[in-house]
């Protein structure tokens, strides 16, 4: 089946702590992104690329980075810098104007 | 900048119809979107329309679109219980779907 797969569902961080989220998608899209979603709050971009090798800040990026070394994969990584990380992430992919497939999210908390 | 706005909740009960409102900033935006998050999950688009257009209609759903005072709704015809969720409204398309700029959310409960 084709679609975008994020892992784990579920991730706990202490403090200091950096963690990588992944997302996988075999839809042969070009472009994917990272959201943050907070409790009530729309969603807010992270970072997002739309080629291999190449990726662009949202507005809300500092304290994560991402890497898009193959076409399928883009992990973001919440870094210490991250001071609120506590939240659910969506990662999606497009190839279109029309759609945007979304994963079905990891959900981060903090200990 | 670009901004979207939608009411927070609305409740209606099975069978009838339910009329989610949303307003947005960008006049250039090609692509309006309806997508559905359910508890715990990711979001599903529902339904777009192109900005040169007034009205899509797609089974249940029937999307209207206000060019001139930028507003757009999602009517759900004969509501149930399983359309319970959040239904965001987004703008964007400019150069691909998944850089949109996304509404707040609207909480649509469903009582039976």
């Known amino acids: 089946d084709g679609g975008i797969t994020q892992s784990p569902k579920y991730l706990f961080r202490k403090e200091g702590q950096n963690v990588t989220l992944s997302c996988e998608q075999n839809l042969n899209h070009d472009a994917m992104y990272w959201y943050r979603q907070d409790p009530g709050q729309g969603l807010r971009l992270i970072y997002y690329s739309q080629i291999v090798n190449d990726f662009q800040k949202g507005d809300i990026a500092e304290g994560y980075s991402v890497s898009r070394e193959k076409k399928e994969s883009f992990p973001l990584t919440v870094t210490s810098a991250q001071k609120n990380p506590t939240a659910f992430y969506l990662c999606?992919?497009?190839?279109?104007?029309?759609?945007?497939?979304f994963g079905q999210g990891t959900r981060l908390t903090v200990v | 900048g670009e901004d979207v706005e939608q009411s927070l909740f609305l409740s209606v009960r099975e069978g009838d119809s339910s009329v989610i409102n949303c307003t947005y900033t960008?006049?250039?935006?090609?692509?309006l979107y309806w997508y559905k998050q359910e508890p715990g999950a990711g979001l599903q688009l529902l339904t777009y329309i192109f900005s040169n257009m007034d009205m899509k209609q797609d089974q249940r759903l029937t999307v209207l679109l206000n060019k001139k005072d930028k507003h757009l709704s999602l009517r759900i015809a004969d509501t149930q219980t399983g359309d319970s969720a959040i239904y965001f409204c987004?703008?964007?398309?400019?150069?691909?779907?998944?850089?949109?700029?996304f509404g707040d959310g609207t909480t649509l409960t469903v009582k039976p």
């Open positions: 987004a703008e964007g398309g400019h150069t691909n779907a998944g850089k949109s700029t």
């Open positions: 999606a992919s497009s190839t279109s104007q029309a759609e945007a497939f």
């Open positions: 960008d006049s250039s935006s090609t692509y």
